[in-house]
């Protein structure tokens, strides 16, 4: 099999990252199959971020799987009784989601097997992201190892690889990259807090990381910010 007829799964959150990392995919000749989840974030803007980007970007197929991680609560991504703190800080924030880029990997894996894909394309990031210890190489390396041990593919010998091309980037290079590659990066939407029009908050973790990207990238910066 060729590389120009390999399928992928790729995690699309509909942010700048994972749009990103569909375009390096696509631009490596692999026939994409998109995959979000509605996990009970705080809002469903970036969904229709990631459904924007999976169209102009190609993707064979986009699916939107239903999660409840708000049921279990212990972010302030799914628990809106924790406020989103607008400021960094020291240690992992209160914005982790317990075990999500395992869980999320997990179902990608699923859905590849079905497929008959062994390429998994995630857009973490150990430079200019949050300190989430399930972004950092480490992680990757473990899910990979897993990937190949746990599946029915992996053990008849079917090796799956788990790509995460933006991992060791800063953001500055990520937005470069992305925008080499034509991504249009006023249909993603990153903020943390964003309201159901994708109008970001200007003062989270992730607005200010994706603000100052685009800043030292040299980037004129798309994002709609409220006033």
């Not at 008849?156 to 060791?168: D, S, T, W």
Request: hydrophobic share 45%.
């Amino acid at each position: 099999m060729n590389q120009t007829s390999r399928k992928a799964v790729v995690l699309l959150s509909g942010g700048l990252d994972s749009a990103t990392v569909l375009a390096m995919a696509r631009a490596q000749g692999f026939d994409c199959y998109a995959l979000s989840l509605d996990y009970g974030q705080r809002h469903h803007a970036e969904l229709a971020a990631a459904g924007r980007v999976a169209g102009a970007l190609g993707a064979s197929e986009h699916k939107v799987l239903p999660l409840s991680l708000d049921v279990i609560g212990g972010s302030a991504l799914t628990d809106r009784s924790i406020d989103v703190p607008e400021a960094g800080g020291k240690g992992i924030p209160v914005t982790y989601v317990p075990a999500r880029n395992t869980v999320f990997l997990a179902l990608a894996l699923g859905w590849a097997e079905v497929l008959g894909a062994t390429d998994l394309f995630v857009g973490v990031n150990a430079v200019d992201y949050s300190g989430y210890p399930d972004c950092r190489p480490a992680f990757i390396e473990a899910f990979e190892r897993l990937a190949n041990l746990a599946t029915k593919a992996g053990v008849e010998g079917r090796k799956f690889e788990v790509h995460a091309p933006l991992i060791e980037m800063s953001k500055a290079e990520i937005i470069q990259a992305g925008t080499e590659l034509g991504v249009d990066y006023a249909l993603t939407v990153s903020c943390y807090q964003a309201d159901e029009e994708g109008i970001a908050c200007s003062v989270c973790d992730s607005c200010r990381l994706r603000a100052e990207g685009f800043r030292a990238a040299g980037v004129t910066d798309p994002t709609r910010y409220r006033a």
